[in-house]
């Protein structure tokens, strides 16, 4: 037990005092994490809109597909991810292995059957509500899908959040493609990892806090830039 009060202390310390590599490390998650989410919403949320405007022969198999795809086992992510920028793989030549870069692509892989899933059972819902009208106006599929990904924004935050809450504590993937190689591909979960395994649990409860605190603030910005909370609408 004394351990452990010795070590949250050390880690209220280190939190505190802004310890230099504590910062680069929680630095290095947010970039990939939010890189990984950008990306994953960009392909997402126009595949979600297309599923419940189009209508064509496989859409509902896809549909279950996508969903099936939710449960993707990371580490499978990672080893895909592994064998196609590896050396001899199809990528090899991009050098994109044990790089920042590298953990973006297995990440965007993970969430984006979250975020499309999500997205498409509140798109689909709006559809049903907007179709005679959009029908009547005549407008283009494009334009379709535009006005519904606009007036379902809010909702469509809501699976942002939950692809970021998924790809900010995703640990294998990316430790698979990322190497966790200090200063270059070291981030909060995998340096959780490591740290714990050496004895540092100082620095691993630190981190922790800090992605915890990250994972909080993300979340609560993402509301109020919604404006969730006005209207009665939290």
């Known amino acids: 037990m004394g351990d452990l009060w010795s070590g949250l202390t050390q880690a209220f310390w280190l939190v505190v005092t802004l310890d230099s590599e504590l910062v680069e490390i929680a630095l290095r998650s947010l970039q990939v994490t939010l890189g990984a989410l950008v990306v994953a919403s960009a392909i997402a949320m126009p595949m979600a809109a297309f599923l419940a405007v189009k209508r064509f022969r496989f859409r509902r198999p896809v549909i279950a597909l996508l969903n099936a795809l939710m449960g993707l086992p990371p580490v499978v992510v990672g080893l895909v991810v592994y064998v196609v920028l590896s050396r001899s793989g199809p990528l090899g030549a991009l050098g994109l292995l044990f790089t920042p870069t590298a ?58 959040l939950a692809g970021f809450g998924r790809a900010i504590g995703e640990v294998g993937a990316i430790m698979i493609v990322g190497g966790n190689i200090d200063h270059a591909t070291r981030v909060l979960t995998t340096a959780i990892a490591l740290e714990t395994g050496k004895g540092d649990f100082a620095l691993a409860l630190a981190l922790g806090f800090v992605l915890i605190g990250l994972a909080i603030t993300v979340n609560l910005g993402i509301h109020w830039l919604g404006r969730t909370e006005r209207e009665g609408r939290w």
């Open 103 to 160: 953990m973006v692509i297995a990440q965007v892989i993970i969430i984006v059957p979250l975020i499309a899933s999500i997205a498409h059972q509140s798109i689909r819902d709006l559809w049903q509500e907007y179709h005679d009208l959009l029908i009547s106006m005549n407008v283009s599929q494009r334009q379709k899908m535009q006005t519904l990904i606009w007036d379902a924004r809010r909702a469509l935050l809501t699976a942002a």
